[in-house]
């Protein structure tokens, strides 16, 4: 009877079953450690890439301090950093991407197999991507070069051209010492003429009492070669001319061609006013009359080019004082030699 019963019992699945379910939670567990094993890879792919990223930002903030030497290539840098930023931007979309995937996957082994296999797609690509990068940041490094060496060059022809110009400013400083004593010469030259000149003059003038000699200068008083308000040269004061042409001739003979000199005739008055229609003032009554000087002294044969002729007025007098004597004195014209 015992027996009999025992046959007619139905099957126990339930062990079965649990053993089932037991393995299947083994290999669900076992995907999901390793879908965590390649999240972690994945995360410390993206985590070396990030870093590889700011050494490329700090790169790039090298490049562009250096890149305001060189503004012609900063176009194709700024290109670069735009695709490497573009190219950040993508990766963390894909980051993004791959963990919603990741949170959404099914519970079904075929589905986490289809779940493996696009990751890893994804990874390779992203490993595609990250080569492009390094392949970037290796092109920038030949850029940086380059541009360190044109630096380099430039710096050099920097170097050359403050050697160039500290030998110029040599040469300057010597041809300006040499002029200097080139015009001191010709300066001591002109003197020694000038001397030779108001020595002949003296001659010609000896013992007249309404020539005087004022420092570098010989002064007529007007009453010798004018008569009062007017510009033209009385006969006795164009011999007193005629007589300086012959020693202005004789000194344009000595003195060489090379050195440059005017003989200056300058008007003066004094300084009680005039009115009339010739000479409105004295300045054209003073100028006037050193023009009449300078032409009667061309007709002697005198060049126009040593003679300068010019008009004070009243404006310079000898003596200040309001006297018969100060005006005469005030009242002349003056003869002086000087470089042209």
Do not use: C
Request: negative net charge.
């Amino acid at each position: 009877m015992p027996l009999a019963r025992r046959g007619s019992e139905r099957p126990n699945f339930w062990p079965g079953y649990v053993d089932a379910l037991t393995n299947l939670l083994l290999v669900i567990i076992f995907l999901l450690s390793m879908f965590m094993i390649a999240q972690f890879f994945l995360n410390q792919e993206i985590l070396g890439r990030d870093s590889a990223l700011s050494r490329l930002n700090a790169q790039i903030a090298e490049l562009t301090e250096l890149l305001q030497l060189e503004r012609a290539g900063s176009e194709e840098l700024e290109l670069s950093i735009a695709s490497l930023s573009a190219t950040l931007t993508g990766l963390e979309a894909e980051r993004d991407s791959l963990a919603g995937q990741l949170a959404g996957l099914g519970s079904s082994a075929g589905e986490y197999e289809t779940a493996i296999a696009g990751l890893e797609a994804e990874l390779s690509e992203e490993r595609e991507l990250s080569s492009e990068a390094q392949a970037q940041v290796a092109l920038l490094n030949q850029q940086l070069a380059a541009l360190r060496q044109q630096i380099g060059a430039l710096e050099a022809a920097l170097e050359a051209s403050e050697l160039r110009d500290s030998e110029s400013r040599t040469q300057i400083a010597d041809l300006g010492r040499r002029l200097n004593v080139a015009l001191a010469q010709r300066v001591q030259d002109l003197s020694r003429y000038r001397s030779d000149f108001f020595g002949r003059l003296r001659e010609i003038l000896e013992g007249r009492s309404d020539v005087q000699v004022v420092g570098d200068r010989f002064v007529f008083q007007s009453e010798v070669l004018f008569d009062a308000g007017q510009a033209n040269i009385s006969p006795e004061g164009q011999a007193q001319i005629s007589g300086l042409a012959e020693a202005i001739l004789e000194l344009e003979t000595e003195i060489p061609a090379d050195i440059p000199w005017v003989l200056r005739i300058d008007g003066h008055t004094d300084r009680r006013p005039i009115a009339t229609a010739q000479f409105p003032s004295n300045w054209e009554l003073s100028a006037a009359r050193a023009i009449a000087v300078a032409k009667l002294l061309v007709q002697q044969g005198v060049s126009p080019n040593r003679l300068l002729a010019a008009g004070f007025g009243e404006y310079a007098p000898l003596d200040p004082g309001d006297t018969d004597e100060a005006y005469r004195r005030n009242r002349r014209i003056e003869f002086k030699l000087t470089e042209g």
